[in-house]
């Protein structure tokens, strides 16, 4: 079955901790990104990754880092979280930047981020 | 600055009749268009596309309208049914771009 997985899927930590989310597809799929959504803002990009040690920032980057060492794993770390951070993460994957009904683009479940 | 807009927060509608989620936006360069669906809990999902040489594209119930002079596009849906009750995400992309820029979402509700 086709799956982006996501984890933690609820995590809740202080100010200063650092905190790195995983996140995991099956479909061998080039492209990945993470996004945040917030109330009145909708998603927002924070990184995305066009293929292996190829990684761009998107819209919100401020705070975050991601990696991209092996096709299948993307994940977003929080160096040092701030309360701003609190927020529900997406993570992302598709074989191409542009989805299509034949391609669409998979999303994992969710992450829910509080940082006290 | 906020480049695509859904200026609707919510929308609420009778199961049978129509649904209409408006969408724009303001880059040029926009030349991809989508809508996602997102139930509470899960992550958004595909619903259908249109690119800038089309100005209409069908899927079952499901069909957008895209009006590149006024630089809008439209999801409708019909009949709509409760099942269809979510939040819809419009979405800009470009050939030239490596992303995806989405709006803030509307919460479609419809009633029995």
């Known amino acids: 079955e086709a799956q982006v997985t996501q984890n933690p899927r609820y995590l809740i930590t202080v100010t200063g901790k650092k905190l790195t989310v995983t996140c995991s597809q099956n479909?061998?799929?080039?492209?990945m990104s993470w996004y945040r959504q917030d109330p009145g803002l909708g998603l927002r990009q924070i990184y995305y990754s066009m293929n292996v040690e190829v990684t761009d920032k998107g819209d919100v980057p401020e705070g975050y880092k991601v990696s991209r060492k092996e096709k299948r794993n993307f994940p977003l770390i929080l160096e040092s979280p701030s309360p701003n951070q609190t927020s529900l993460y997406f993570c992302?994957?598709?074989?191409?930047?542009?989805?299509?009904?034949?391609?669409?683009?998979?999303f994992g479940d969710g992450t829910r981020l509080s940082i006290l | 600055d906020q480049q695509v807009k859904q200026n609707s927060p919510s929308l609420s509608v009778q199961e049978g009749r129509i649904s209409i989620l408006n969408c724009d936006y303001t880059n040029s360069m926009f030349d991809y268009f989508l809508w996602y669906k997102k139930y509470p809990a899960e992550g958004p999902t595909f619903l259908i596309s249109?690119?800038?040489?089309?100005d209409k594209n069908e899927d079952g119930r499901f069909t957008v309208f895209l009006n590149k002079s006024a630089k809008h596009l439209s999801l409708h849906i019909v009949p709509s049914q409760p099942g269809d009750s979510a939040v819809y995400f419009c979405a800009a992309g470009g050939t030239s771009y490596g992303k995806l820029t989405f709006g803030q979402g509307t919460i479609l509700t419809v009633h029995p």
């Open positions: 992302a994957s598709s074989l191409f930047v542009l989805p299509t009904a034949d391609q669409p683009q998979h």
């Open positions: 479909m061998n799929h080039e492209y």
């Open positions: 249109i690119s800038s040489i089309k």
